[in-house]
């Protein structure tokens, strides 16, 4: 079975700094990466996901996330973060022959402070 | 498309009441997931379907909880008799792996209070 580890439950920063939210999972077959988002008293909305082909997968609004095999991670970067990135952010993965289940680590909160 | 719908948006209920929730997945979706979101054990999976069928739901709580699917656009979630322990914040998800690669498309959620 799959399982996925976000090594932050917080993260606070000033705007306009960069910022890292670190992802780690673990699985014995394939997998597919998404990162998704939820805003406060919203559903999960999907941020990015990294399927095949390239490694470093982008957002459209700046944020981006590489897969790395060798280590099994798959963090999320932001070079410059505004107010309104303020979210909640949940790093998944799904076994590429599964029904298409979803395996969440626990969230990472990121706050932006003026 | 209108997206994945829910309702009701807010349920207040009194404990040993019926509660009966609602899921309208994307149309074409052949994958359906039920989730429950609470400040003390985040984002639990309850259990989801594959083409209308049933196939974990070694994550609902209790015999007091269970779901159906009876067609492809529709989806229920009932807990009887509920209790103030399962107020909580429910999401229905659906996915195709198909046209979308196993992304999951959330609703906006019920949120559930049991006094």
């Known amino acids: 079975a799959q399982s996925v580890t976000q090594l932050d439950s917080q993260v606070p920063v000033f705007e306009e700094a960069p910022v890292e939210l670190r992802c780690n999972y673990s699985?014995?077959?394939?997998?597919?990466l998404f990162w998704y988002v939820q805003y406060p008293n919203q559903g999960l909305q999907l941020l990015l996901k990294?399927?095949?082909?390239?490694?470093l997968v982008e957002s459209i609004n700046g944020f981006e996330a590489e897969f790395n095999k060798s280590q099994t991670s798959f963090h999320l970067r932001k070079p410059s973060v505004h107010i309104s990135d303020t979210a909640e952010y949940f790093c998944a993965v799904s076994e590429i022959l599964s029904y298409g289940k979803l395996t969440f680590g626990q969230g990472t909160i990121l706050t932006v402070h003026p | 498309d209108a997206g994945v719908i829910q309702s009701p948006r807010h349920e207040v209920t009194e404990m040993g009441q019926e509660v009966t929730l609602r899921c309208k997945p994307i149309?074409?979706?052949?994958?359906l997931f039920w989730y429950r979101q609470t400040m003390m054990r985040g984002l639990e999976l309850l259990i989801y379907f594959n083409n209308n069928v049933p196939i974990d739901d070694s994550g609902m709580p209790e015999d007091r909880f269970s779901a159906k699917m009876p067609n492809a656009s529709f989806s229920t979630l009932k807990i009887q008799p509920s209790e103030p322990r399962d107020s909580a914040v429910y999401f229905c998800?659906?996915?195709?792996?198909?046209?979308?690669?196993?992304?999951?498309?959330f609703g906006p959620g019920t949120r559930l209070t049991v006094l």
């Open positions: 149309s074409g979706h052949n994958s």
């Open positions: 998800a659906s996915s195709s792996k198909l046209a979308d690669t196993d992304t999951q498309y």
């Open positions: 699985s014995s077959v394939s997998v597919y």
């Open positions: 990294y399927l095949s082909g390239s490694t």
